[in-house]
């Protein structure tokens, strides 16, 4: 059951307004599925649409940021909880901690950052949750051209592109997430097996 998904996206809105509508349909997605909202804490960017969205439509929203970005102009100060910790790795880790899933909205390096980590420790067996991109109107085309690259030379198994759940609608990224199967070990290692 999910309870809290972590959303990684941008500090910056991006140079479409199909960006910013979509953060603010996933925001109504996950209050209208009873999901609540696990995001970095700022209120500049998609990062803020998607706050604004889900406290806007009654959701609750936990941000979690590091001391050095806690300042009046990026920290949101209408949220349900707000996570202040030392620096970006514990930022990272308290995110995953907290979600029961993970979803990559368009982003810069930090979002691919962060996305990649929470798919890299459900790779390595470290949590079981599933990890999702949505896929605003193409954004991420060529990084999922990529993943296919690293299949078809063998430094990615088909299995763990396979685990990737991705989709051009927030409802249906929900759903299926929802009802995906959790591994039960790490798939890396099964995949030598």
Known sequence: MIQR????????KGTSEHYQ??????????????IELVYGGGKVGLMGVVADAVIAHGGRVTGVIPHGLCVDELVHQNLTELVTVVGMH???????????????MPG???TMDEFFEAWTWYQLGIHDK???ILNVEGYFD?????LHQMVTQEFLSQRHLDSLHISHS????????????????????????
């Open 130 to 132: 599933p990890v999702g």
């Open 108 to 110: 810069g390096i930090g």
């Open 5 to 12: 998904v972590a959303v990684y996206c941008g500090s910056k």
């Open 170 to 193: 927030p409802f249906d990224l929900i759903s299926q997430m929802q009802v995906s199967e959790r591994e039960s070990e790490a798939i890396w290692v099964s995949d030598e097996k």
């Open 90 to 104: 514990e930022r990272k880790a308290k995110m995953i901690d907290l979600a029961d899933a993970f979803i990559a």
């Open 21 to 34: 509508s979509m953060a603010n349909e996933l925001g109504k997605v996950l209050v209208d599925s009873g």
């Open 142 to 146: 060529g990084l999922i051209e990529y």
